[in-house]
């Protein structure tokens, strides 16, 4: 059982220099921690998401996952059989490791059927001259079976901003939660995350090496173009010609990932990936108030790599516009979207500090704008839940669960407490989970520290510090913004009344 989860605003983190002091000095890691046992949320918090260092949990945490049961067979191997008669009509996207195509691999669409059948031919089941390494990558499983609950996304990894506003915006049907499935010898080229997030990724069966690079690395690791390499195990980055920062590289980490074991893979940090044997992996990719300061510096510098790139062109009509317009196209977002999330995240926020008593409704929504904007969020009482946990916890060891894709459904794991539980949250309990708040979040003695003021108003900080950011940004002048609940202005300075008031008292 984990110990009760606190999150406490520590004043030392909210001085950017030292939290840079204490990211650099977790980077001379030369291994990765192996967590064997459950520790609390709030050191996995201080250690590993604020300090930006990897990890690996070991496969207790994920022995229960209905994935891990129903996915392997009984010689460890993918349950092709099964796959195939579950989801077999499925189309997802599949790579070609034998090909290179803007260092990365060329995909294309086909059934699970059709990619089952090449997994069945390369274990040599029928006789075929196939010698294609195909890889399943990127395939949205959880949009696509939502009721098929293959897994618990972990405690540690539930403040997960990216997936909370992308499952909000219902124009975009798209998410960054994936499902993995290759052979041995499939990998995936050099690179860094999206947006420079964290993300986690649980071995469901198979092993996989991982080769890591602390933020910074990677700069030895770019030919005299300035572009990342395409496979760090190449011989020719000794080429010095090609690859003259090469013998400067100082720092990486190689790591076995064993079948159950999640890694965490910290912001920035750049990675190969080999399958050393028929592998499937749980993917996500997210990110929170312990890194979102790097993901916007990430999409900063990708806005100047833009401008660089066409500074031609820097006289023509909307220049501006155009920049923002190839930002986002290359790395999937613009300083406008960037600003419509911390506006999503802030307003989540305000709505459960709102229930939770430390502001006034009124405050909390000054116009009918931001109230008809976070009205499914504002509709829960959140000030009730932890005694309905309680008593949850009492009668039977319940766990509540939210279906990530089916926004409509709140599914628990005993019915005991049902009717009357969801009778006290009331009618509105589902549009409130369904706006994913907190998405995934199981709403138990677990998951208290995602509830937990300290929490809440530590993100909101966060938040702050990337508005305030964005104030001072000269790219950031003159962008036409749609209407949102807050301008940049009022949402810089309701946060920081809020924390005025939480220190006042």
Not at 140 to 147: E, G, I
Request: charged share 25%; glycine share 4%.
């Amino acid at each position: 059982m984990f110990a009760k989860p606190e999150c406490k605003l520590d004043k030392s983190l909210q001085n950017t220099t030292k939290l840079e002091q204490i990211r650099n000095s977790s980077y001379s890691t030369s291994e990765l921690v192996r967590i064997d046992y459950e520790i609390s949320y709030a050191e996995f918090f201080k250690r590993y998401l604020l300090e930006n260092r990897p990890c690996i949990l070991s496969s207790r945490f994920t022995e229960s996952w209905k994935s891990r049961k129903e996915w392997v067979d009984e010689t460890g191997c993918p349950n092709l059989l099964f796959l195939d008669n579950m989801f077999g009509g499925a189309s997802v996207p599949v790579a070609d490791c034998g090909k290179e195509e803007y260092s990365s691999h060329p995909k294309i669409s086909m059934t699970l059927t059709s990619y089952i059948e090449y997994l069945r031919n390369k274990r040599g089941v029928v006789q075929n001259n196939d010698e294609r390494c195909l890889y399943l990558k990127d395939w949205h499983f959880t949009r696509a079976f939502p009721d098929y609950m293959a897994y618990d996304t972990p405690l540690y990894f539930r403040s997960d901003w990216m997936n909370e506003f992308w499952d909000s915006q219902n124009s975009i049907d798209d998410d960054y939660r994936f499902i993995y499935i290759g052979p041995k010898g499939s990998w995936t080229p050099f690179h860094a995350d999206v947006f420079h997030s964290f993300s986690w990724s649980a071995n469901i069966c198979g092993r996989k090496k991982w080769i890591l690079f602390p933020p910074g690395e990677e700069a030895f690791l770019r030919n005299r173009f300035g572009n990342l390499a395409y496979d760090v195990t190449s011989s020719g980055l000794k080429d010095q010609a090609q690859f003259p920062n090469y013998s400067k590289l100082t720092r990486q980490i190689e790591i076995i990932q064993e079948p159950g074991e999640i890694i965490f893979v910290p912001s920035g940090w750049h990675h190969q990936v080999f399958n050393m044997e028929d592998t499937i992996s749980i993917n996500h990719n997210w990110l929170n108030g312990c890194n979102v300061d790097m993901c916007w510096e990430h999409v900063k510098q990708s806005l100047a790599s833009v401008k660089k790139e066409i500074e031609d062109c820097i006289g023509m009509d909307e220049w501006e516009e155009r920049c923002q317009l190839i930002l986002k196209a290359s790395a999937g977002i613009d300083y406008k979207d960037f600003f419509k999330f911390m506006n999503f995240i802030a307003v989540n926020r305000f709505a459960m500090l709102d229930r939770m008593s430390l502001v006034s409704k009124d405050e909390a929504f000054p116009n009918s704008k931001a109230e008809t904007a976070s009205q499914n969020a504002t509709n829960c009482d959140t000030s009730r839940l932890p005694d309905i946990c309680s008593q949850c916890r009492s009668t039977c060891k319940t766990s509540w669960s939210l279906s990530t894709a089916d926004k409509k459904n709140v599914t628990f794991s005993s019915n005991q407490s049902y009717n009357k539980n969801h009778q006290q949250l009331g009618e509105k309990t589902d549009s409130c989970l369904s706006a994913h708040v907190f998405s995934r979040c199981i709403v138990d003695e677990q998951n208290e520290c995602l509830f937990n003021k300290e929490h809440l108003l530590f993100d909101l900080f966060k938040v702050k510090c990337i508005l305030q950011d964005m104030k001072d940004n000269p790219d950031f002048q003159g962008i036409k913004f749609d209407e949102y609940p807050y301008s940049l202005d009022r949402l810089i300075s309701k946060i920081e009344s809020l924390r005025c008031d939480h220190e006042e008292k």
